[in-house]
């Protein structure tokens, strides 16, 4: 395992300790509000990390609004390719969500460059389940997360593991599952 990997990621004021570097996190629930707001505290980057979102129905001046809201300078510290509005500075638009394999080598991009800007960067899919609906082939779906998001295709980890946590956000409850 490396030592970026060893690393734990500041969630904020989320009421769960510290996430493993390399980990996946799933939120669900039935609260939109709650799983946005979870969403932001957990990929919003800390002043010496980076971060790359897919926003598949939100604008991607939206999304860096929202990051700057939970972390003052999150949004200049990330790129967004949305599904929706205008390209701007650190915003990529695509025309179709469901064109995984070009929707996956571009992110795949910003990925990587968030890695040569920072050691530390954080990435995340909002609304991954748009990406579900326009997409084809569901097991293409899976394909494109597991290049992206997985543990081991972005940053070193150790074994696998899985748990299950219960996470509170201003008193709503949205369900985090990981995977590290």
């Known amino acids: ?24 996190v ?15 505290r957990l990929v919003a ?15 991607g001046r939206t999304i860096k609004r929202e990051l700057n809201r939970v972390e003052s300078g999150a949004g200049d510290r990330t790129s967004v390719l949305a599904g929706t509005g205008r390209e701007s500075a650190g915003v990529q638009c695509v025309d179709d969500i469901g064109e ?3 929707l996956g080598m571009t992110f795949s991009s910003m990925i990587t460059e968030a890695q040569r800007g920072s050691g530390r ?3 995340g899919i909002m609304l991954c389940s748009s990406v579900c609906v ?11 997360l597991n290049s992206n998001f997985l543990p081991g295709s972005v940053v070193a980890t150790g074994s696998a593991c899985a748990r299950s946590t219960r996470v509170s956000t201003s008193g709503r409850r949205v369900r985090a599952s990981s995977r590290g």
Do not use: C
């Open 45 to 59: 980057p800390a002043p010496e990390e980076e971060a790359a979102v897919i926003a598949t129905d939100t604008q």
């Open 100 to 102: 995984l394999t070009g």
């Open 134 to 144: 326009e997409a084809d082939d569901i097991r293409s779906v899976y394909r494109m």
């Open 121 to 123: 960067f954080r990435s």
């Open 26 to 40: 799933l939120l669900t629930g039935d609260d939109p509000d709650a799983l946005a707001e979870a969403f932001y």
């Open 1 to 24: 395992m490396s030592a970026v990997a060893s690393e734990r990621f500041d969630t904020g004021e989320l009421a769960i300790d510290g996430i493993e570097s390399g980990t996946s």
